[in-house]
């Protein structure tokens, strides 16, 4: 590992930033969901095995996390944060039969580190990906 990782180029910014804010955009949707409630929320985590009463606490959970990860000083903890949220939201999935919905929150979990990966280069000198 190199002590100075090259800085990233701006098409590499560009796609972390947009990669990290679908994936944000998505996750403070699905928090703010677990709040209001809409029609069909109840049978959704019902369904999951969830308690409704539950809910609320994972909407706030998810919030916290994300903002976490959107603040740049407590971004990778805010990953961790949420790769351990979303692994429970797989697994809940996985536990009642469903392993193709299982992918989503994986998928979301990727983009968050990829958006990491590209925009910070102490993270890339950690993970190094080539040969």
Same mark, same amino acid.
Request: glycine content about 10%; aromatic content about 8%; hydrophobic content about 55%.
């Given at each position: 590992?190199?002590? !100075?990782? #090259?800085l #990233?180029?701006?098409?590499?910014? %560009? !796609? $972390? ?7 944000? $955009?998505?996750? /403070? ?10 029609? @069909? ?8 095995? %969830?308690?409704m009463?539950?809910v609320? =606490? ?7 996390? !994300? ?14 944060l /949420? !790769?351990?949220?979303?692994? @429970? =939201? =797989? ?10 919905? =299982?992918?989503? #929150?994986a ?5 968050? %580190?990829?958006? /990491? ?12 990906l080539h040969?």
């Amino acid at each position: 590992m190199s002590e !100075t990782a #090259p800085l #990233p180029s701006r098409k590499a910014r %560009w !796609t $972390a930033h947009l990669l990290g804010l679908l994936a944000c $955009a998505n996750l /403070l949707f699905s928090a703010g969901i677990k709040q209001v409630q809409p029609a @069909g929320i109840p049978e959704h985590f019902a369904h999951l095995g %969830w308690a409704m009463a539950s809910v609320p =606490a994972l909407g706030f959970l998810e919030f916290a996390c !994300t903002i976490l990860y959107l603040i740049p000083r407590t971004a990778v903890l805010g990953a961790i944060l /949420l !790769t351990a949220y979303l692994g @429970g =939201a =797989a697994a809940a999935h996985v536990r009642i039969g469903e392993t193709g919905v =299982a992918l989503y #929150p994986a998928i979301l979990g990727l983009a968050l %580190w990829a958006a /990491l990966y590209l925009r910070h280069p102490r993270l890339r000198g950690l993970i190094p990906l080539h040969g």
